[in-house]
C-alpha cells in the first residue's frame, strides 16, 4: 500500500483563491482563507504575506469592516512603509470617517510611494475640490490622467471642476471624452447635461438629461437637473413631474423639495406649494431661501405677520439675504411701519441686478443721508419707473426748502417737459447729461426720489401733498377741441393696459379694452381712452357708434396726458403710471389692482390711499375673483356716481 502525504495548498494558490473571492463580492470567505495568511508577523521580507494583508485589508474594506482593515493597512506599512496601496487604503477610511487632513496625508504619501498612482491622484482631487482648493485638484485630476489616459471617472470629476469655475467649453470636451471612452457612463452624460444648460443650449442639455433617465431611470440627480432645466424654460407641469420623480427616488432631496414649491408656487398653486415648502423645512429647518418663499406665500395669502415671521426668520438665516430684506421692506411699507420699512428699502443698493446697485458706481458724488443742504446742490435721480417718479417728485419741493442751492432731476425724456414746471427743479436733465456734470464735481450729493421718505422722516400722517402740476394752457385748448367731439355729458378716461415689460403686467392689465364693456351701458358716460402703446389700437377698432374718442396714439409727453386729465372728470384705470398723473392733477381716478402681487404703494386692506387723499379709490380684486366681477363693481360705483 502507497501512502500519500496531504500537501498544503501553496501561498500564492491562496492568494489566488482569495483574490478571486473578492472579485465574486465573497469578502467574508476571501477573509477566512486569507487568515492564517495574515495572523503571523510579517516583515519587509515577506513579499507575499504583505500582498496577503493588501488583500484582506481591501476585502475587510468592501466587507465594511473599516477596524480591520485600518489594521491590516497598518500593519502593511510597518513591514513595507512605501506600500502605496496601503496609504491610499488608510486615506480610504479616513476621508470615509471625515477625516480629510489625515485622508490628504495619506494620499499624498501614496503618491510620493508610486508618483503614477492614478487613483491616489484622483481621490486626491476629489479631496481638494470639496474643500475648494481648486487649483491643487485641477492639478491632481491631470496628473490621474497622465499616469492613466483612459480614465473616464477622473475625466467627469475634471469637468465637474471646470464647470464649477466656469469653463464650460473645457467642461462640455472633458464630458464628451468620458463618454467617448464609455458611452453609457451615466454619470458623466448627467454632467454634459448640467453644462449644457450652463451654456444655454436647453435641447442639447435635456436630450442628455433623458438619454440618462433612458439609461438608469431611478438617477434621482437626473431628475431633479431635468426639473430644474423644465422649470427655467416655463414647462412647468413638466418640471413638477421631475421634482416628484426626484423625490420619489431620493425623498430626503431638500433641494427637490424646495424646487417643487417653487414649480406649484409659479403655477399659481399657493396651498400645494405651501405644503412643498415645509416638506423642505422637516429635511432641513436652516434654508433662508425656503422661509423666504413661505413669506412671499404667506404675504399673497393676506396673512401679513406670518410673511413677516417668515422673512425675518429667512434673514436671521443669512443676513445678507437681499431679497428677503427688499420684500420685507415692502410689506412693513404697506402695512403702514415707515420707519423700518423705507430704511430697509435702501437694501436696493446692496443688490447686484437692480438699477440702484449701478447707480452708485456711475455717480462720484455722496449719496444724500440727511446731511445739512444748506448751499449744497443735489442731484436727483430717476432710477424707477414713471409713475413711481410722479408718485414720489412730491418731495422735490422738501429738498429744495432745506436750503439747496441747486436742486437738479435726472429723468427719461417723457417727464422732463412735465418736470420743468415743478416746485423745486432748477433744472432737468438727461441722465447722460446728469453724469457727466457729476464727474465735473459740480453736485455735492445725490438721491433718488424713493429714498426721500426716510430722510425726511415720512410716516402715514405726514406723507406730503402730491407733485402740483399745472397743465399747459395751449395743450388744455387743443385738447378741449377734440373733447368736444364727444357732445355733452360725464367724461371719462380709461386705461386698460401697463407696461408689457413689468414684471407683474400678466396679472395687473386687463386681458381687452372690451372687459370694459359694462361701462358702456351708463347712460350719457362718454370715454377717453388715455391708452398709449401696447392695447391702444383696440379703442380705434370699435364701432363708431360706441361712445369712446380713441386718443392714446396722439398723446406725446406727459404734458399732453395731463392736459387732456384736467378736462375729464374721472379716470378708470389699472395700476400704471396714469393713475399717479391723474391723481397728482387732483382728479377723481379709480385703480383697478390685480389680485397678485399688489405694489406696496397701494398699501393694504384699504380702499383709499394716503399718498393721494380724497382722490384715490381703489377696487382690489380677489385672489380667485374675475376680472368682469371686479368691472361690475366699478359700474356700479359709476352708476352711483352718475346718480343712475
Known amino acids: 500500500m502507497t501512502v500519500t502525504a496531504t500537501r498544503s495548498p501553496s501561498l500564492p494558490s491562496i492568494l489566488s483563491e482569495a483574490a478571486t473571492l473578492g472579485l465574486s463580492q465573497r469578502f467574508e470567505e476571501a477573509l477566512a482563507l486569507l487568515a492564517p495568511l495574515v495572523g503571523a508577523a510579517t516583515t519587509s521580507e515577506d513579499a507575499q504575506r504583505i500582498d496577503a494583508l493588501e488583500l484582506a485589508a481591501a476585502c475587510a474594506m468592501?466587507?465594511?469592516q473599516a477596524a480591520q482593515a485600518h489594521a491590516f493597512w497598518q500593519r502593511c506599512i510597518e513591514a513595507k512603509p512605501d506600500c502605496a496601496n496601503a496609504h491610499h487604503g488608510l486615506g480610504l477610511i479616513h476621508a470615509a470617517h471625515g477625516r480629510p487632513a489625515e485622508a490628504e496625508a495619506a494620499w499624498r504619501k501614496a503618491i510620493a510611494a508610486h508618483p503614477q498612482f492614478a487613483l491616489a491622484h484622483h481621490d486626491l482631487g476629489n479631496l481638494l475640490r470639496e474643500r475648494g482648493q481648486l487649483d491643487e485638484a485641477e492639478e491632481a485630476f491631470r496628473q490621474a490622467l497622465l499616469a492613466q489616459p483612459q480614465y473616464p471617472e477622473a475625466l467627469n470629476n475634471l469637468a465637474a471642476l471646470y464647470k464649477q469655475r466656469g469653463r464650460n467649453q473645457e467642461a462640455e470636451l472633458a464630458c464628451r471624452l468620458a463618454l467617448q471612452m464609455r458611452p453609457d457612463y451615466v454619470e458623466a452624460l448627467n454632467n454634459l447635461g448640467c453644462?449644457?444648460?450652463?451654456?444655454?443650449?436647453?435641447?442639447?442639455?435635456?436630450n442628455a438629461y433623458r438619454q440618462t433617465l433612458a439609461l438608469r431611470p431611478d438617477f434621482a440627480e437626473a431628475h431633479y437637473n431635468l426639473g430644474c432645466l423644465l422649470h427655467a424654460t416655463e414647462r412647468l407641469a413638466d418640471a413638477e413631474s421631475a421634482y416628484r420623480d426626484a423625490l420619489r427616488l431620493a425623498p430626503n432631496r431638500v433641494e427637490a423639495a424646495n424646487n417643487l414649491g417653487c414649480t406649484l408656487l409659479a403655477r399659481g398653486r399657493l396651498h400645494d406649494a405651501l405644503a412643498a415648502f415645509h416638506h423642505a423645512l422637516t429635511l432641513r429647518a436652516d434654508i433662508a431661501e425656503t422661509h423666504f418663499n413661505i413669506g412671499s406665500i404667506m404675504k399673497e395669502l393676506g396673512e401679513l405677520e406670518h410673511a413677516e415671521t417668515a422673512y425675518r426668520r429667512a434673514l436671521a438665516l443669512r443676513p445678507d439675504y437681499g431679497d428677503a430684506m427688499f420684500r420685507l421692506a415692502m410689506l412693513l411699507i404697506s402695512v403702514g411701519r415707515f420707519e423700518e420699512g423705507f430704511l430697509l428699502y435702501e437694501c436696493r443698493y446692496g443688490m447686484p441686478g437692480f438699477a440702484?446697485?449701478?447707480?452708485?458706481?456711475?455717480?462720484?458724488?455722496?449719496r444724500w443721508q440727511g446731511e445739512p443742504l444748506d448751499g449744497k446742490s443735489l442731484l436727483v435721480w430717476q432710477e424707477d419707473g414713471l409713475g413711481d417718479m410722479l408718485q414720489f417728485g412730491r418731495y422735490l419741493r422738501m429738498l429744495k426748502a432745506l436750503g439747496a442751492a441747486r436742486v437738479e432731476f435726472a429723468c427719461m425724456p417723457p417727464l422732463h417737459a412735465l418736470f420743468a414746471d415743478a416746485d423745486g427743479v432748477d433744472a432737468v436733465l438727461s441722465h447722460e447729461a446728469a453724469i457727466a456734470i457729476a464727474r465735473a464735481g459740480e453736485f455735492d450729493y445725490w438721491i433718488s426720489p424713493l429714498s426721500a421718505p426716510l430722510r425726511l422722516g415720512t410716516t402715514p400722517d405726514t406723507i406730503p401733498p402730491p407733485l402740483r402740476i399745472a397743465p399747459r394752457p395751449a395743450r388744455v385748448e387743443h385738447w378741449r377741441a377734440r373733447l368736444d367731439e364727444l357732445g355733452a355729458g360725464p367724461r371719462i378716461g380709461l386705461v386698460w393696459k401697463g407696461n408689457p415689460k413689468h414684471h407683474n403686467d400678466a396679472h395687473r392689465s386687463l386681458p381687452l379694452l372690451n372687459a370694459l364693456s359694462p361701462l358702456w351701458s351708463l347712460p350719457g358716460a362718454k370715454f377717453v381712452s388715455l391708452q398709449k402703446g401696447a392695447g391702444e389700437d383696440e379703442a380705434l377698432s370699435l364701432p363708431a357708434f360706441f361712445p369712446i374718442l380713441p386718443l392714446g396714439a396722439e398723446l406725446g409727453d406727459f404734458t399732453?396726458?395731463?392736459?387732456?386729465?384736467?378736462?375729464?372728470?374721472l379716470v378708470i384705470c389699472v395700476d400704471t403710471s396714469t393713475a399717479h398723473l391723474a391723481a397728482s392733477l387732483g382728479k377723481p381716478c379709480w385703480v383697478l389692482l390685480p389680485s397678485h402681487d399688489v405694489d406696496w404703494r397701494w398699501m393694504h386692506g384699504r380702499d383709499d390711499s394716503p399718498w393721494y387723499p380724497g382722490t384715490v379709490r381703489l377696487f382690489r380684486r380677489g385672489r380667485d375673483e374675475p376680472w368682469p366681477a371686479v368691472v361690475e363693481r366699478v359700474r356700479a360705483a359709476c352708476a352711483e356716481w352718475l346718480g343712475v
Open 62 to 64: 468592501r466587507a465594511g
Open 195 to 206: 453644462v449644457l444648460a450652463a451654456l444655454k443650449r436647453v435641447p442639447e442639455a435635456e
Open 356 to 366: 440702484p446697485h449701478a447707480t452708485q458706481s456711475m455717480l462720484p458724488c455722496a
Open 560 to 569: 399732453d396726458t395731463a392736459a387732456l386729465i384736467a378736462q375729464l372728470d
